[in-house]
């Protein structure tokens, strides 16, 4: 066998750009020789991103029950059974992993709970899991910053905009920075338009459209942004008519 080294400084270049085909191959045969699991766990990632998410599910089983690459194998089998459509099986698969994790592994179950009531549709239930998680002082920034984007996405869909504010607000201050950042700006410029503050609304829209140029969040801002000045040039028209 080529040289171990050579060999794996390949699968993971591969793998960084993308050619998961190719890494496949290469953690395949690095796995074949050493029969090490970290080979064997890489190669199911390599077919998560390949589509082959049944085949992936099926590796991971298999080290999860082993306790091999625990707990990376048993949460990345979670997104396998979530990428599956298999919700129910994926919410008890995390809250089982959560009652025996602690620290991050248990905030990362955790939330995926959470996230998997939110995207059942079962919104009560998911705030309460969102708040539980808000409370729980293991919640790194990052983490709270995402549970106050999902929790004023529910405030949101349920017309409290001025509550969605408050919360889009909070995740802003746990986490500034990214697309996510961003992508909660444009939600608050939003918010801000259905409560009249039209003013506030469009210095967010120009900051999103700065910021993210380029990107479909980028068009939005810019579109809405577009909409807004519109309607308020077609208003000042008006109330000029009258004067």
Do not use: W
């Not at 298999?86 to 905030?107: D, K, N, P």
């Not at 998680?133 to 949101?156: F, G, H, I, S, Y």
């Not at 503050?197 to 942004?225: H, I, M, R």
């Amino acid at each position: 066998m080529e040289d171990r080294s050579v060999l794996k400084a390949r699968a993971e270049a591969r793998f960084k750009e993308r050619d998961y085909e190719e890494a496949l191959r290469l953690y395949r045969q690095l796995h074949e020789g050493t029969r090490e699991s970290k080979y064997l766990y890489n190669s199911a990632i390599c077919l998560y991103y390949l589509s082959r998410i049944s085949d992936a599910a099926g590796i991971l089983e298999g080290l999860a029950a082993a306790r091999a690459m625990y707990p990376d194998s048993a949460i990345f089998l979670g997104f396998c059974y979530r990428s599956l459509n298999q919700t129910g099986r994926a919410r008890v698969h995390f809250e089982a992993l959560a009652r025996e994790s602690s620290g991050e592994t248990r905030i990362k179950c955790r939330l995926m709970v959470a996230l998997l009531l939110d995207e059942s549709g079962e919104a009560e239930a998911a705030e309460k899991a969102y708040e539980t998680l808000m409370a729980d002082p293991d919640l790194v920034a990052k983490n709270r910053a995402e549970v106050c984007r999902r929790m004023a996405t529910l405030k949101e869909n349920r017309k409290d905009h001025s509550g969605a504010l408050t919360l889009y607000r909070e995740s802003l201050a746990h986490d500034e920075e990214g697309e996510p950042a961003l992508a909660a700006k444009f939600r608050m410029a939003v918010c801000l338009l259905e409560l009249s503050a039209q003013l506030e609304a469009v210095e967010l829209l120009k900051q999103v459209e700065d910021l993210a140029k380029g990107s479909f969040l980028g068009e939005s801002a810019a579109k809405l942004l577009a909409a807004v000045q519109s309607s308020v040039r077609r208003t000042d028209r008006h109330i000029g008519s009258y004067e």
